[in-house]
């Protein structure tokens, strides 16, 4: 018995055939795309079998299938995987893109008690149930535009119980929700209003991060990864360096904010120290894309923040002819609103002048990678988990290509080959 069965699709994406942990360079412009193909998914939810429509149809003859999906006429892609988000705040801050539209910068909206400090608030006083009523809906809203895997940062809580609050309602949409999920600690994300730098170090590594790893060793939460806010009036370098090293010696993956606002040296900082992945980097410096270059830091870019806060758009170009690997992100949070890695491509190729197959290498198996998960997701290959997209499109591109069109072009969500999102108002066009 096997799960699912896509069958004639005119193009199936597979993004890479050869195992590949990431792409760099050509690699992202020539992805690996078949045409008139069908795929097998098996009992296991992983992929089983992927090739030309009429040798799966005699192979798999005479046997039976959960589900069909007639996919003729449409395209299958790899789940999207974004890379950076923030989904568990309370509090919205509708009323500060009103200030910024009118001229405030992040830095003076945050100065002004604004900004992290606004959703801390709002977030420590709210319930665990609030918030994970919250989370499912945007959880739900991000699997609905074709995400499948998702990283989800706490770091509005900037206290041990809060921080924790948020990592529970993290780790128990994990186990209950199908979309996957990348768990990161993000108690560094700004300096708690009343302490200072060097105090808010000494709880993150004296109070914060033992709790955590207590947590974690009773098996009551798995976290992924650690993130602090390396920036002018946040985190410095050297306090940055402790939290993450911190971290590391714990056994979490290295994947933070930096260069965003002004150039940190935190690129350097982050090669370093085996990072593997660094968000942002609008400010990164040569230095910096050659030091992620060698130590294969993946740079996960984030195109709705530099769009939203009018800020220096990221080199992806630089990166990419350096051989950095390019990843995105929707940088979900109260500041940049956007759910949708389809809107996160189109921005990534119109403002940081990706080309559409690097945009999709970004959002797949390169933010997969940058998320310690490339083995098993962001590509199309025998083994890998069932994670998919039926496109109502002759070619793949459309999904970028029409801006806010993923409402109505993604016709199916797949996660271990069940069917997650039914979408039957996909339309013709
Ligand atoms: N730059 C720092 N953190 C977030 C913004 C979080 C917030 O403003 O609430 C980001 O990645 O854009
Ligand atoms: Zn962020």
Redesign the pocket.
Known sequence: MSKLLVKNAKQVVLICNNGEKFLTKDGMLKLCVIENSSLVIGSDGLIKDIGPASTIDFQYAGVSFDKVIDATGMCVIPGLVDA?T?PVWAGDRVHEFAMKLAGAT?MDVHRAGG??HF?VEHTRAALASTLLASLTGRLGRMQRAGTTLVECKSGYGLELQTELKMLEVIETARRTLPINISSTYCGA?AVPKGKTVAEATTDILKVQLPRLRERMSAGALRVDNIDV?C?QGVFDLSSTRSILQAGLDMGLNINF?GD?LHPMNSAQLGAELGALAI??LEEVTDEGIAAMATAKTAAIL?PT?AYILRLPQPRARDMLEAGVIVALGS?F????YCCSMPVVMHLACVNMRMSMPEALAAATINAAYALGRSHTHGSLEVNKHGDLLVLNAPRWEHLIYQLGGHQELIRYVVIRGNVVYNNDKTMDF
Do not use: V
Request: net charge negative; proline share 5%.
């Open positions: 950076h923030h992040y900004g992290i959703t994300h806010f920036e904010h965003e968000s942002h984030l923040t940088d949070n109260p500041n940049a």
